[in-house]
Every structure is written in structure tokens, then in C-alpha cells.
């Protein structure tokens, strides 16, 4: 007997079962989020978290600082260079459009075909250049969130007080 030709009883068992236990593979999320939350609860109160010092603290959110600060300026500089690229394949699709338009008044048909290959392959580089474009836009527009959603400044500035700085 092939695969083809096996029947799958396992949804009319479950149909069957149903009927007569209506509760049957019925889950209650309310009631699982609760078991949870009093696990969590009684773990934390278990095993609670260690101080940290105010030095260690102080550096671990500068570093964040610092670290979300330059994904900005390095995200901004990718985002520079490929607007640049895209920039110069459309300069050269320019260019070999208007040489491939004298080309055919001059009747060059050697260089025109040269030049519309030339063109294919610009314009497929051109297409690539314009998708890296979006993902460095994405990019950038994610490390900008991100440096302004930093909610550690009210705490940089508790911890300098309190360390003196």
C-alpha cells in the first residue's frame, strides 16, 4: 500500500474525543501565566540577584552609551556610501545612454551593441547598489531609534553624583 493511499485517522479521533469531553485539548492561558508568574516570584525570592556595584554599573551603561552612539556614526557613514554608489551607477547609465545615442547617429553598431551590454550590466549592479541602499536606510533608522529609545541617562547621571564624577 503506498503513502498515497493511507488515511490519517488521527483528526477524527480527535473530532470523536471532543464529542464526549468537550474540554478535551482545551488550554487556559490565564491560568498557565499565573503558574508562571509564581514560579518566577518564588525563584527570584530564592535566588536574588546579586549588588552590583556603582562603578560597574556606571561603566556597563557608558558603554552602551558609547556603543550605540557609534552604530549611529558608522550606520551614518554606510548609508553616505551607498547613496554615493547608487548615485554614480545612474551617472553611468547616463553616460552610456547618450554615448550609445551618438553611437547609432555615427553607425557604430559594434560600440553600440558594446554599449548596451555595458548598460545591462550597469543597470543590474545599479538594482543591487539600490537594495543595499534600503538595508542600510533600515539600518540607520534602527540605530537612531535605538541611541534615542536609551532610557539610562537619568541613571548615568544618579551614578555620577554618587560616584563623585
Known sequence: MSYEHQANYFSLAVKAEHLKNPDFMVVDIAAIEASAKKTREERAAQNPPAAVPARVEYNKLRQTLYSLTENVK??????????????????????????????????????????EA????????????????????????????????????????????????
Open 118 to 165: 555595458r548598460l545591462v550590466a550597469t543597470e543590474s549592479e545599479l538594482k543591487d547598489a539600490q537594495a543595499q541602499l534600503k538595508g542600510s536606510q533600515r539600518n540607520n533608522t534602527a540605530c537612531v531609534s535605538a541611541l534615542s529609545n536609551f532610557e539610562g541617562h537619568a541613571r548615568l547621571e544618579e551614578l555620577k553624583a554618587e560616584l563623585g564624577l
Open 74 to 115: 558608522h550606520s551614518g557613514v554606510r548609508l553616505s556610501n551607498d547613496t554615493d554608489s547608487v548615485r554614480h551607477f545612474e551617472k553611468l547609465i547616463d553616460g552610456y545612454l547618450k554615448a550609445k545615442k551618438a553611437c547609432t547617429k555615427a553607425a557604430l553598431l559594434g560600440q553600440e551593441r558594446f554599449l
